[in-house]
């Protein structure tokens, strides 16, 4: 049994027991024969630090992790690391270029060198992070997406799709990075709002009938422009359609086609189109019979102007910065008389989240995934409930966007990733498969191949995340039990980007879904409610939290601020109150000790006699069912109210408070046992407080982490709980009446039950000693009516009348609570009046406006609250 400090210091606990818990293997048991329970956790990137959102995701999966390994399950928790192609690229170069070398001087050999060099340097820094956390992942068999193992899988999953038709190679626009001069997936692109201007250029037309006007906020893109189209039904124009427009600077004639992407009621209702550097003009392009192959690109893979394939682009511009060309095209457009006007605008400009640099769409031949015949399983899956979404409001999302799926771009121009399994001869034609040997023995003996520089995108390596961890291809152990994992949890930001497509690739490779159960949480913002950002200083380091009030706090703050579909705001005091929520049962632990109550020896719920101890039997059964019905629906706000308040409330403020002063066997051994059940049950929420008091309440034969889920073989006590909940009442009762009537605690109150009823006078005789210590009452007596000068509480339909006495003033009481109810209520129809005006409503800060509806609420209550207690007065 170890010596408990006087305070709660949780800093050296949690690395003592985290050291303890991983040297020991107690994150993944032997436990083979038993049932199977598996979770993933998504790779962090290998570049990354532990921020906000890896600690509410992990905080989740490691709960119900721990929970399950309570329950006796073969609990794996699978770990590892992402090798984040881009992310990790720009890292080393930064670094290389910080000594005076450029990745492109050294070649890519030797880059790769460096790259590997600096993940075993400085690569682990968050898996260190994770374990700060209490993340009891299975760190004996931590994977990396570039580990040899991890790669074969890679390398096999391309080559299969390949064969049968899935993966091809294809020209199509894509999101290009300027600067580090590769296809980056939408979810690296970020859209800011961004002061720029709208142009009006005027196209004559060719015979010189007239013209028409297009409006553009990127002016120099109408050098590769193929067509101006207009709406079918907009009969401004429909004469107009098939006729040609002789564009100024270039001279290039262009076609006048119909599309319904040209709104008739935006600007003049025509559209310049411009298929090579535009999503949408792509679209309009290919319908008007544009193939991409003939689609004019007007710039290189820096973005710098280069010539169209048609040569009409002025030699003055061939290779200027496309921003600057901006500047240039506008001054000819004025020169030639054909910029109608210039309109100043906030427009929605891609930027890559990494480079920094806004993202032009770019016509490039890359390599692409048939999503669409991929995606029908997955459909199919979860219509008929083998995968389940919680919470199903996200059913929606995923449905319409599989529903509407386009090819997947798998290839990116970085030299850091898996490296893709194509060669190509001299011609060009291509040979996919999984080594050097096996493509040249496609080709033919004497035929000179290259590999494709090119590497996948990470999101299709992590997509292979549930399965190739496991050992796959090779039929191992841990894939046959533990595949199909049991739930992912995920945010909802990645639901496409690495859900959908572990779903895809799950089924057509394993013939079964990747997870039964899909979790998707919510963003953590700021305490108003704002997302967090570091341009906006309001990010809020999980570290710094744990340093400060300790990593059981913040994981028992996400748990309990986790509720479904609703994004979390978080407030630092949440976390402060958690820590002290820690402090309370360290402080209880301490006073049982000293009171003689130790460590039970008993799974099973002792004998009790005692209606108290009977009651808060009960009470831990009925907490139980709740925790077990939140862990089946995965409401993580109701597992952590439920064992926070029997901690608290029920037994930390009531049960020890009545027992105080009574401790017999019974009551040690029913104390002992409860106490224990709530360190099992908040064990997967605070695993590192609970670990330390299991074992400071006496001797122990294994560690908490192992203990066994509650199985208490008993059940509620009605008459027990109709007993101690109505005693808990009638306290609660008095204490609120004489905190709103300032009644001093010096002063002794006289119960006087009113109408003569003797079950009531009956219950306090029977706890008078209660009462008196906790209520600070006298002795109950019955009376007819109520007595002069007496606050009135009513408790299961009982009015109790207490003479005040001399101790309050009466008359300056009721003075004190008019006034103060004047102000609540007037306050409360002040805010009541500005929630009503639509002004203030519809215009202010959404988080004003969530203030002035809290402020209201608390006012509401305050009046309602000072009203009854001067109605206790009479």
Same mark, same amino acid.
């Given at each position: !049994? ?17 050291a ?24 962090p990137?290998?570049? #990354? ?12 999966q ?8 309570m329950?006796g399950?073969?609990?794996?928790w ?18 290389l ?10 070649? /890519?050999?030797?880059?790769l060198?460096?790259v590997?060099?600096w993940k ?6 968050i898996?260190q ?8 992942c299975?760190?004996?068999?931590e ?18 799709l390949?064969? /049968?038709?899935?993966a091809?190679? %294809? ?20 859209? /800011?709002? !961004? ?5 009006t ?8 009938s ?29 004469a107009?359609i098939?006729?040609?427009? $002789?564009?100024p ?9 119909p ?16 298929? #090579?550097?535009?999503f949408?003009d ?8 544009f ?7 007007m ?5 710098k102007i280069t ?5 009409l ?7 200027l ?24 605008r ?9 480079s ?26 979860t ?11 996200w ?15 798998v290839?990116?121009?970085?030299w ?7 060669w ?12 050097v040997e096996?493509?040249?023995q ?28 496991? #050992? ?5 152990h841990?894939?046959q ?13 990645i ?5 959908a ?14 997870w039964k159960?899909l ?13 967090? &950002? ?18 059981d ?7 309990? !601020? ?6 979390? $705001? ?16 360290w402080?209880?632990?301490r006073?049982l ?13 002792p004998?009790?006699t ?8 009960g009470e ?14 995965? /409401?993580f ?5 439920a ?16 027992? $105080? ?6 009551t040690?051994?029913?104390?002992a046992?409860?106490?224990d ?8 929420? !605070?695993p590192?407080?609970t670990?330390?008091?299991w074992?400071?309440? #006496?001797?122990?034969?294994?560690d ?8 208490p ?8 709980a ?12 008095v204490?609120?009446?004489?905190a ?17 009823? &003797? ?12 009462l008196s ?11 007819? &009516?109520?007595p002069?000068g007496?606050?009135?509480?009513v408790? %299961? ?10 101790a309050?003033?009466?008359?300056a009481? $009721?003075?004190r609570?008019?006034?103060a109810i ?6 409360r ?23 002035a ?16 207690a001067?109605a206790r007065?009479?």
């Amino acid at each position: !049994m170890t010596e408990l400090a006087k305070t709660f210091e949780p800093g050296s606990i949690e690395a003592r027991w985290y050291a303890h818990w991983e040297g020991e293997g107690l994150f993944r048991p032997q436990r083979s024969e038993a049932e199977p329970f598996t979770i993933v956790m998504p790779p962090p990137n290998v570049t #990354g630090s532990l921020h906000i959102g890896h600690a509410l995701d992990n905080t989740l999966q490691d709960i119900l992790t721990r929970h399950a390994r309570m329950q006796g399950k073969d609990a794996l928790w699978v770990v590892g690391t992402d090798h984040a192609g881009i992310a990790t690229q720009m890292v080393v170069e930064r670094n290389l270029d910080s000594q005076g070398i450029k990745r492109a001087d050294i070649g /890519r050999e030797a880059f790769l060198e460096h790259v590997w060099e600096w993940k075993a340097q400085s690569g682990g820094q968050i898996t260190q992070q994770l374990r700060r956390l209490g993340a009891s992942c299975d760190w004996s068999n931590e994977r990396f997406t570039m580990d040899e193992g991890f790669s074969a899988a890679v390398t096999k999953v391309f080559v299969e799709l390949h064969r /049968r038709g899935l993966a091809y190679r %294809d020209k199509r626009l894509v999101n290009w990075d300027p600067k580090f001069q590769t296809a980056i997936s939408d979810l690296e692109v970020e859209t /800011r709002d !961004m002061a720029g201007k709208f142009w009006t250029l005027r196209y004559p037309l060719e015979d010189g009938s007239g013209a028409i006007q297009v409006a553009t906020t990127r002016p120099e893109t109408m050098l590769a422009d193929m067509a101006v189209a207009v709406h079918p039904d907009d009969e401004r124009y429909q004469a107009l359609i098939g006729k040609y427009v $002789k564009q100024p600077i270039t001279g290039r004639l262009i076609p006048i086609v119909p599309d319904e992407h040209a709104d008739p009621e935006l600007g003049s209702g025509a559209v310049k189109i411009t298929p #090579g550097h535009d999503f949408n003009d792509y679209e309009v392009g290919k319908r008007a019979g544009f193939k991409p192959a003939e689609m004019l690109n007007m710039l290189d893979a820096t973005a710098k102007i280069t010539q169209t394939s048609d040569g009409l682009i002025p030699a003055e511009l061939i290779g200027l910065d496309r921003f600057d060309a901006r500047k240039r095209v506008v001054e000819l457009l004025e020169g030639e008389g054909a910029l109608v006007k210039v309109e100043d605008r906030t427009i929605a400009t891609p930027y890559g989240d990494r480079s920094g640099v806004v993202i032009e769409p770019w016509l490039t031949d890359q390599w692409y995934v048939d999503a669409a015949k991929l995606v029908g399983p997955v459909l199919d899956a979860t219509r008929s409930g083998k995968i389940k979404i919680v919470p199903e409001s996200w059913s929606k999302t995923w449905f319409n966007w599989l529903e509407n799926i386009q090819p997947w771009c798998v290839s990116r121009q970085l030299w850091w990733g898996h490296r893709i399994p194509a060669w190509f001869d001299a011609a060009g034609n291509v040979f996919v498969a999984e080594t050097v040997e096996e493509a040249q023995q496609k080709a033919g003996a004497n035929v000179a191949l290259r590999q494709d520089e090119d590497v996948l995108d990470t999101w299709f390596s992590s997509a292979l995340w549930p399965f190739a961890t496991l #050992g796959w291809p090779d039929q191992t152990h841990d894939l046959q039990r533990h595949y199909p994992n049991d739930v992912l949890i995920s945010g909802f930001d990645i639901l496409f980007f690495w859900d959908a497509r572990m779903a895809m690739q799950g089924i057509e490779f394993m013939g079964e879904v990747p997870w039964k159960t899909l979790y998707l949480h919510g963003l953590v913002r700021d305490a108003q409610g704002a997302k967090m &950002s570091k341009s906006k200083g309001n990010t809020v380091d999980p570290l710094g939290l744990i340093d400060k009030y300790g990593a059981d706090a913040l994981r028992f703050t996400m748990a309990a !601020m986790e509720s479904q579909g609703r994004d979390i $705001k978080l407030d630092e005091k949440r976390v402060e109150g958690y820590r002290n929520f820690a402090t309370k049962l360290w402080n209880a632990a301490r006073f049982l000790r000293g009171n003689g109550v130790g460590a039970s020896q008993s799974i099973a719920a002792p004998e009790a006699t005692l209606p108290v101890n009977r009651w808060i039997i009960g009470e831990v059964v009925e907490t139980l069912a709740k925790l077990d019905k939140a862990f089946a629906e995965l /409401r993580f706000d109701d597992m952590a109210d439920a064992i926070y308040h029997f901690t608290w409330g029920t037994y930390c403020d009531w049960y020890v408070e009545l027992v $105080k002063g009574a401790w017999d066997e019974e009551t040690r051994a029913v104390a002992a046992w409860a106490f224990d059940q709530i360190l099992v049950m908040l064990h997967p929420f !605070m695993p590192f407080v609970t670990e330390e008091l299991w074992h400071s309440m #006496g001797p122990r034969p294994y560690d908490l982490i192992v203990a066994k889920w509650p199985a208490p073989d008993a059940q509620a006590d009605p008459r027990a709980a109709w007993e101690v909940d109505g005693l808990v009442r009638l306290i609660e009762e008095v204490r609120a009446m004489r905190a709103e009537l300032n009644v001093p605690w010096s002063a002794t109150l006289a119960p006087h039950v009113i109408g003569g009823h &003797s079950g009531m006078v009956e219950r306090m005789a029977a706890n008078a000693a209660t009462l008196s210590r906790m209520g600070k009452l006298g002795g109950a007596v019955s009376a007819e &009516s109520v007595p002069t000068g007496s606050a009135q509480i009513v408790v %299961d339909g009982v009015t109790i009348a207490f003479p005040l006495g001399e101790a309050i003033d009466l008359d300056a009481e $009721k003075s004190r609570l008019a006034k103060a109810i004047a102000v609540a209520e007037k306050d409360r129809d002040s805010l009541a009046s500005r929630l009503d005006n639509p002004a203030f409503t519809q215009r202010a800060k959404p988080e004003a406006v969530e203030k002035a509806r809290a402020d209201h609420d608390a006012r509401a209550a305050e009046a309602e609250r000072l009203a009854a207690a001067l109605a206790r007065l009479g």
